[in-house]
């Protein structure tokens, strides 16, 4: 990602105090947990013009979770509010901000496209991958069939309820698999180490690839 | 996390049988759905939900207003409404009027109210009969099953099962051909009709502005029990008042073409108080008896009271990729899928199954598709703080607790994060890069156990990103 964006001429810089946004906490219901690292957050990444995200669910949280931790502290919330204006997900960040389809990459693959739920439907991404995708040289992009399906990993519920997140993943693989993609991308790591952790247990050689890692090749 | 539900999802999740039926009619609705609310035939749809939410936003914020009014009107054309608290109530109420008639045999038609305070069971236990008349209710009915489904309550049964049930509870010739099932189960409820005492219904409105009563159907037999029987009640939760007969243009248009892709239902009908002089047909008493059963519990909460805008169409639990998994038995309560693990644990408490509001990956397909926007994640996030702070009170799941405390120290303090990141690479075993399908008896904890239980883990970095990111600098 950090290549893409300076390629574009963008200066990058990683605070190295970063960690998480919270959302592990926030969705297992420990509000107070998700808010002292809500916090870290708000504070690590205060001084920066745009904070890009390479998650669509990481972005979710902070965009739409954050001010709902503070509604009883108005100051942080002001900032909270400040924030979301600046955090934009990686592929909304290149056709929206950076107002670019065509990042020079080249990768000589059959691809599918996993949209994450919390892209596809918290922050109403669809197109912007898709054309990012459709200006990589080589790239055919096959969609699966359905496409809007989630690929069960859901943060903690994939360990409080494995089998069902594990057969929720299985019907994704048979999606991805019918396409005939050698490769599955997507903008959240997590739903990636889902589908490629389901894919390795069947024995699949499909892999899969962040679409920073498809847009920084060459 | 709670026995009883893993274990019914693991039953669920092995028969395969059952998947491919749940997968295969939630498939057929799901698509039936997207097609009938497309831009091309209903192009209006987005405003039309906006507006639903917006009505019955306002009819819950005034419930208290709308019910008097409806109460009014229904009393002046003849009818009589009876608040119920809970199904003990409801009961009695029954009970007693069927007594006052001298009833014996009581006709229903399909209503996820009645199943909510289990009346049947509560009638058939003073000896009334209570038969059944949708067809897939009456098909669970005599093999004593709830429904599966709010909408679909026989979902999960093939012909082949129904071919069964029917041979086995009503001595027919074993028979496959649906039509011909069909017709087996209408000539039985034929004369059920004609010679029952009372009919119960639900109601999928309560119009406030005209007293009337709106029930949307496809079998017809809705109708045959609001109008064949001398009496007729209705059982309808509190939330089902709207305000105005107009308001129907809304939600007429958006209930079947979400609960199954129709564009109106094959019955709609709108009943007000009981037979008038002059009039051929209707009841000679006509009762609406609205029930609370822990509704009024939801109203103080700003966020979760959206829930009883839910005008059970269903078409949650066909998005729902754990419903299509699970199935409805799952589900602890008569309320299955998204909506059912956001209702439950509101009339129940959230106590009662507390895994239920975390059996989500929050993948949001439920709001998206519902007609009156109920933001189901939302709901579900707020049940999951609950359940937490209960369980803190309670003293249970400390092991958890901890270890979300021990995470929120690790994500404030960045220095030991990073080294706990590299002792974590340091323990997993080396690999070549890679994936993990087994554990190092060092790493064999219950979290690791469960995602490999189904898939592989990745294997650590040859570099993490910061030491990558320092080096290139």
Known sequence: ?218 | MSVEFDQKAHETLADANLQLAIYTSTGRLKRGRVASVASDVLPDYQELRTQANAIKKHAIDNLDYYLEEFERNVTARGGKVVYCKDATAVADFVLGLAKERGAGLIVKSKSMTTEEVDLNERLEHHGLESVETDLGEYILQLNHEKPYHIVLPALHKTRYDVAEIFTRRLNAPHETVIEKQTALACGVLRDKFLKADIGISGANFLVADSGAIVIIENEGNARLTTTAPRVHIVLAGIEKVIPRARDLATFLKLLARSATGQFLSAYTSFLSGARRPGEIDGPDEFYVVLLDNGRTRLLPDREKRQTLYCIRCGACLNACPVYRKIGGYSFPGVYSGPIGAILTPQFLGVTHEPALPFASSLCGACAEVCPVKIDIPKVLLELRSEVQKAETRDNRNRLERLSFRAFAWLMTHPRLYEMAGRIAAWMAPAGEGKWISSAPPWMNLPPVRAWLSQRDLPPPPAKSFREQWRQRR
């Open chain 1, 1 to 218: 990602m950090a290549s893409v964006l300076e390629g574009l001429g963008y200066q990058v810089d990683f605070p190295e105090n970063q960690t998480c946004c919270g959302q592990p906490a926030f969705n297992s219901g420990y509000r107070d947990e998700a808010r002292a690292v809500a916090r870290h957050f708000i504070r690590t990444f205060a001084g920066y013009e745009r904070i890009v995200v390479p998650s669509g669910s990481c972005t979710s949280m902070i965009v739409h979770h954050f001010a709902e931790l503070f509604r009883k502290e108005p100051e942080t919330l002001e900032r909270v509010h400040a924030l979301e204006k600046r955090v934009w997900e990686f592929s909304t960040f290149l056709t929206e901000v950076a107002g670019v389809e065509d990042v020079g990459a080249h990768l000589d693959e059959v691809v599918t496209f996993h949209d994450g739920c919390h892209a596809l439907r918290d922050l109403a991404i669809h197109d912007a991958p898709r054309k990012l995708l459709s200006r990589v040289r080589g790239l055919e992009l096959r969609e699966m069939q359905p496409n809007d399906e989630c690929c069960g990993f859901g943060g903690t519920f994939s360990v409080k309820f494995a089998e069902l997140s594990g057969a929720m993943a299985r019907t994704k693989l048979d999606a991805i698999l019918q396409t005939g993609a050698t490769t599955v991308v997507s903008l959240d790591p997590s739903c990636l180490m889902q589908i490629q952790g389901a894919l390795s247990r069947a024995g699949k050689a499909v892999r899969t690839m962040h679409l920073a890692e498809v847009l920084a090749s060459r």
